[in-house]
């Protein structure tokens, strides 16, 4: 079955870096498009960014972009994502998912398997 396993989540200070790591298990995982979401406390989970199949693609929120670099690793199956400048309203658990497509997309409707997530935390 498929699986999808975050990790690199931690607290940290306004203005610091982190890499989040999602390895991914039982799929062919060069045919699917990746992507990021998260989700704060009391808030609708968000599209923060996605990545082709083949990663020759990227597509990133207003809200990030410039900041967060999303990108992958086919032979190891897994997709990253590189947050600099982090900024306190950037708190929230990181999701990452498959796409059904190969090409990236910002919907959530386009994405069918989730990891379990991870915590990040920037205070001010």
């Known amino acids: 079955q498929v699986r999808l396993v975050e990790s690199g989540g931690e607290l940290v200070q306004a203005g610091a870096s982190l890499r989040l790591s999602c390895a991914a298990s039982?799929?062919?995982?060069?045919?699917?498009?990746m992507g990021w979401f998260r989700q704060a406390p009391g808030k609708e989970r968000e599209f923060v960014a996605s990545?082709?199949?083949?990663?020759?693609?990227?597509y990133h929120a207003d809200s990030v972009k410039g900041r967060f670099t999303i990108s992958r690793d086919n032979a190891k199956n897994t997709v990253f994502l590189q947050m600099n400048s982090l900024k306190p309203e950037d708190t929230a658990v990181y999701y990452c998912?498959?796409?059904?497509?190969?090409?990236?997309?910002?919907?959530?409707?386009?994405?069918?398997?989730w990891g379990q997530g991870t915590q990040v935390t920037v205070s001010s």
């Open positions: 990545i082709s199949s083949s990663g020759s693609s990227t």
């Open positions: 998912a498959r796409s059904r497509r190969s090409y990236y997309s910002s919907s959530l409707s386009d994405y069918d398997y």
């Open positions: 039982g799929l062919t995982f060069s045919m699917y498009a």
